[in-house]
């Protein structure tokens, strides 16, 4: 009788193959990318024969990733806060100095939350993490 061949559901750990399925070839010749943060791409550069294995990326690496992002989260935030600071003392020199009136506290308060948002919008766009799929 014909014995019917149990479909692998379970992906191996990422470096647990050794040998290519196919050709036998070490692992040296293989290469390996992340395709997800749960699965990565491997394929033998020998045979080009691909499959896919668990990923390493733990919880405790995205933990560690949320924190890094946390912290230059709130760097850039203080450097906006600054930011604004000098831009303000600016607008209170040339008030002064071209005698301009005084603007009204909501219109300024307005002014410089668009003007921080904005500022921490560009920070955002330019600090965007690349993440463990890359």
């Known amino acids: 009788m014909a014995q019917a061949q149990e ?4 992906l191996p750990t990422v470096g647990s193959v ?6 036998g070839a070490d692992e040296e010749r293989f ?3 992340p395709q997800t943060t749960e699965v990565w791409r491997v394929a033998c550069s020998a045979c080009n024969f691909g499959w896919q294995e668990h ?5 405790s690496d995205a933990v560690s990733d949320s924190t890094a992002n946390v912290i230059a989260a709130v760097a850039m935030a203080l450097a906006a806060i ?3 600071f000098f831009v303000y003392v600016v607008f209170l020199l040339l008030r002064d100095l ?7 506290a909501v219109e300024l308060g307005i002014t410089l939350v668009v003007l921080f ?3 921490l919008g560009i920070a955002a766009i ?3 993490s690349p993440g463990p799929e890359t």
């Not at 071209?98 to 009204?104: E, I, L, M």
């Open 126 to 128: 330019k600090n965007r």
């Open 18 to 23: 050794t040998h290519c399925p196919r050709c």
């Open 31 to 33: 290469n390996r990318w």
């Open 82 to 84: 600054g930011v604004l």
């Open 55 to 59: 990923s390493a990326y733990s919880a």
């Open 117 to 119: 948002a904005m500022l």
């Open 98 to 104: 071209f005698g301009v009136d005084q603007p009204k």
């Open 7 to 10: 479909v692998q559901t379970q």
